[in-house]
């Protein structure tokens, strides 16, 4: 434990370390206790009082059936980050597996297996995850479902390399000769040294998911109403861009610092984690 | 002195007289949100498709901004006094675009088109009881009908004229639309614009004033609203109440004004619990706040209404002879519990996802019933999985935006008769089914409007649809944009007297 | 390099066949009847027309045989017919097509040349504070939502100058001032978060570089800075520049689909959102289809490309 407050400590001591420490720390707890701390249901309207800029009951304003914005928002990025979150975790679990997987079986299942991922990975992320929510709908599991899908690649392709190398290792040969099972060199050996790698990756594929999320939502193919949702909240707002930018503007906002936060963390860690980049 | 201030002033009214006289010439560049899927006028059910045609094809009849029936390609008309013959002489001398005359072969093979089961015409069943067409020479129609209609008239303004040898060569209507209007296809980029020239030959003398009118496919209400605002569009046709907002006071740009005939709507499905029974469709009239949607939706633009219009002048009863229409929630949830629902019901509303106006209205409405014990989940289709739903009757409620009609049986018929044909709910009253026989063979207009007035009653409170709010039909233009006229079907008939000033 | 070349075509084939029967099977996967759903968003369901559009889309065959004759219509050049307007998709996508292009690569153009000079100045200016600016405005500028910035641009020239034509779509032969005017937001919101990354890229290897033997080198003979910069630094930190842009062109198109929308822009974003409200999937395939494969081959390109300019590459 004190290894991991030794870390921390050592990203704060670095500003960027701090601010997207500070970032997705709002963020994450903006997002988990949004239903504790936000000021008003998001839900519950108030027409005499609609479109408004920020005041000092309305700290962000409020939208068009005078909604509060700022807790609409924090419901906002609660669902983006479920979103991001069960997206990110579809992508590892599966990801994980079929990399590792195809590492540790090689020969024609690997080739296989990897053949199957450079295929998804050969459309444009948007593209796939529109086709995707073209068959199965639109609405926000999804919405995760599909950028879930479009992220297994990466996910496949990032782990089946350190678990090549490690495959070839001094001390997964040495547990093989000592007769353990598969599953306990996979699960004892190769994910642990996995695990910077992926810390990495899934911050960065949390800040993505968040875009693509915004974007389909934006789109109307995402999150439907009433449910908040800050690429709906955006795209709801620009019809009353002239009378009130205030919707449009914080929710805008509000997609850029979530997904700022997160790439930051994972640049971060990723220069922190990787000796190789050290001193850069 | 005085001499001089006559003067001045005959020269002002001159002047102003001047500025007024139509200028020929110009496109509108018009601004809407979707592009239609075809211009197929008789498979056409989207406003998206009635917008572009409309200025295409004509009927035998139209129907103008106070909802009167006017003659068309019909010049003049003779009704049978037991109601069941309409003798229609046509206007002689009329082309389509394509240079065919237009006669009374034209008439009749339009309305075998739309007859025939092949061409699936949603308004097929509109002229259910006309029993026979015949030609009586080239400038004269009959229509037999199995039963007096008196919706007759109006409803033919909807059967647009197509030109019979085009068709019967298989000219594919769908992609290229020849009628007799006053403006003529041109030419239709996808997703871009569709262009449509003046008609030459019109009719109406002089007339129409403008050169083309380009139909602009733009998405996205901010796009438009700054579009208009800015001068790149000179008319967005029939927009939403919160865009009608937003362009109030912007310079430059005015709004035309009618009542519309469109309405919101909850419907429910009367076989499905808890909504088939009566007292928990009056409950949830009594639960709904309507003069607080005409303000949250339409902002204040637009009227509390019963199952017609109130633009149906004469024809529509005031909301006060609807008693349920009294907001009360504790009345509501009083006859939730002598239905048997003590602790209120959970539903879920279908939502119409395309339109605005019903997006926000079943947003609203969620919030207003919660009180009521009407606890409601919200699920927001698009529109092929909305239609899709709505017409196999699966739903508890949808909310939805409908079309009026310009005479209350081309409404009620069709949605309340038992087995009509837009009636999704499966409502079947034996009352409401001879009222509703009767009032469309009834030839007098004072026992026709005894026999409404008595429907609407019975409807509005117990009907499977909880009637919302008509709002105001808006248009939005630029200054320079003359003698338009909005008319309450949403149709943009007044195009043809549009011009530009400069 | 020739044996390379062919290796990597017959990956291409290989990722390409895959592409194709996935696309394929997009509108046989879909949950419930495809034909249902197709049909209820435009008419009436008749068993008539059910039926008649199962044979129109050829789902009445066995799944290899559908593939089959996909596959050759496709070979052909015949992407099939759009369900509502009998169009061949095939028109429909080329009338879209050019928009497109030209917005993504205008922006791709625009992006990489700011990139060059905003990468030189930020890899000179390196102090701390300076360095960590840099970087947060450069994570910032990748993550900045483009349909966002076009709201904000929309809404700011209308309230600078509300007669700026900013929106809409007018073909270039008509009118190309105002062809470019309405491009010009569109492409800024397409190219900052491109420029922002790049950049970036482009700075962490050009300090790479210049902390290398050989520019100490060509410094210890004297050359003047500037020729140290663009005569050895320069060219050598482009390269990996160039691998980005494959990648960076599936961004960009992703990005377009999007600000399309905002800015009413017919390209092929419109015509993919349009093509799903309406259930039009042969639309949705088809164009799913063709912009892969031209985003493959822009990859392989740039893989070819990259060989070339990098001896380093191996080809085995």
Partial sequence: MSGTWGFTRGLLKNPLGALSLILTLLIVIGGLFAPLIAPYDPLQQDILARLSGPTAQHWLGTDQFGRDVLSRILHGIRASLSVAGLSVIIALLIGGFLGVSAAYYGSLYDRLVMRVMDVFLAFPIILLAIGIIAMLGPNQSNTAIAIGIVYIPIFARLVRGPALVLRESEYVHAAQALGASTMRIINRHLLPNLTSVILVQSTLSLSTAILVEASLSFLGLGTQPPTPSLGLMLSEGRAYLTLSPWTSVFSGLAILVASLGFNLLGDVLRDALDPRLRGR | MRQMGWLFLAVLIGSLGWAQNPARGGTLQIAVDSSPAGLDPHVATAFATFVVIGNIYEGLTEIDEGLRVRPALAESWKVSPDGLTYTFKLRSGVTFHNGQAFDSKDVLATFNRVRDPKTGSPIASRFNLVKEVKANGPQEVTFELSQPFSPFLSELAGLSIVPAEYVAAGGDLQRRAVGTGPFQFKEWVPDTYILLERNPKYYRQGRPYLDALKFNIVPDAATRQVGVSSGTYHFLPNIDPSLAVTLKNAPGVKLYESQDLSYSLLGVNVTRKPFDNPKVREALNYAIDRKALVQAVYFGNGVPGGPLSPALKGWASPVSAFPCYNTNPQKARELLRQAGYPNGVDFTILTLGSVKTVVDAAQVLQAQLAPAGFRAKIEILELGKFVQEWRNSNFDVFASLNGGSADPDGYLFRTFSTGGSTNVFKYSDPKVDQLLNQGRTATSADTRRKIYAELQVKLACQGPISHLVYGTLFSAARDNVQGFKSVPTRSLLYLRDTWLAR | ?316
């Fill in chain 3, 1 to 316: 390099m020739f044996a390379y070349t062919v290796r990597r075509l017959l990956d291409l084939v290989l990722v390409m066949f895959g592409v194709s029967v996935l696309v394929f099977l997009m509108i046989r996967l879909i949950p419930g009847d495809a034909v249902q759903i197709m049909l209820g968003a435009n008419t009436e369901i008749t068993p008539d027309r059910l039926e008649a559009l199962r044979e129109k889309l050829g789902l009445n065959k066995s799944l290899p045989l559908q593939y089959w004759d996909w596959l050759a219509g496709v070979a052909r050049g015949d992407l099939g017919q759009s369900v509502w307007t009998g169009a061949p998709i095939r028109g429909e996508i080329l009338a879209r097509l050019p928009l497109t292009l030209e917005l993504t690569a205008l922006s791709l153009v625009l992006g990489v040349l700011l990139s060059i000079p905003v990468g030189i100045l930020t890899a000179y200016w390196r102090n701390s504070t300076g360095e960590y600016v840099v970087r947060l405005v450069a994570i910032a500028g990748v993550t900045v939502p483009s349909f966002w910035l076009g709201t904000l641009f929309i809404y700011l020239s209308f309230k600078l100058w509300p007669g700026f034509p900013a929106i809409g779509y007018v073909p270039l032969a008509e009118d190309p001032t105002g062809h470019f005017s309405r491009l010009l937001f569109p492409i800024l919101s397409l190219s900052l978060p491109l420029l922002a990354g790049l950049s970036r890229l482009l700075r962490s290897t050009l300090l790479d570089i210049l902390n290398q033997d050989y520019i100490r080198t060509a410094r210890a003979k004297g050359l003047a800075e500037r020729v140290v910069m663009y005569k050895h630094a320069l060219r050598n930190a482009l390269i990996p520049l160039v691998t980005v842009i494959g990648i960076q062109a599936g961004y960009l198109f992703g990005g377009a689909i999007v600000v399309e929308q905002v800015f009413a822009l017919p390209g092929m974003g419109r015509l993919i959102v349009g093509a799903i409200n309406e259930r039009n999937y042969p639309l949705v395939q088809g164009t799913i289809l063709l912009v892969t494969a031209g985003f493959v081959f822009i990859n392989l390109l740039v893989d070819l490309a990259y060989a070339y300019l990098d001896p380093r590459v191996e080809y085995a």
